[in-house]
């Protein structure tokens, strides 16, 4: 798929048992699993790979393309100090 090669795969995992499975959201085919030890770890693993990070963006935004915001998150900061 176009846009997996392009931006990337967008993967989204679950647990099954003790199986942790992850797979392609844009459904281009891509996916895997992996087996451990116990369903916790499993289930534990598969919340902790599934997180989307999109309250942070202004806090960890890359130097180059979110830089203006990075910059207007700290004077937000230094402001309210």
Do not use: N
């Not at 992850?22 to 916790?40: F, I, L, M, N, Q």
């Not at 989307?52 to 830089?67: N, Y």
């Amino acid at each position: 798929m176009l846009r997996c090669r392009l931006l990337g795969h967008d993967m989204r995992f679950s647990a099954e048992g003790t199986t942790m499975r992850w797979r392609c959201a844009r459904e281009c085919g891509a996916g895997g699993a992996k087996d451990y030890p116990t369903p916790s770890d499993a289930q534990r693993y598969a919340r902790a790979f599934d997180r989307k990070d999109r309250e942070d963006l202004g806090r960890r935004a890359p130097l180059v393309g979110l830089f203006p915001l990075r910059i207007l998150r700290a004077l937000r900061a230094r402001r309210t100090d």
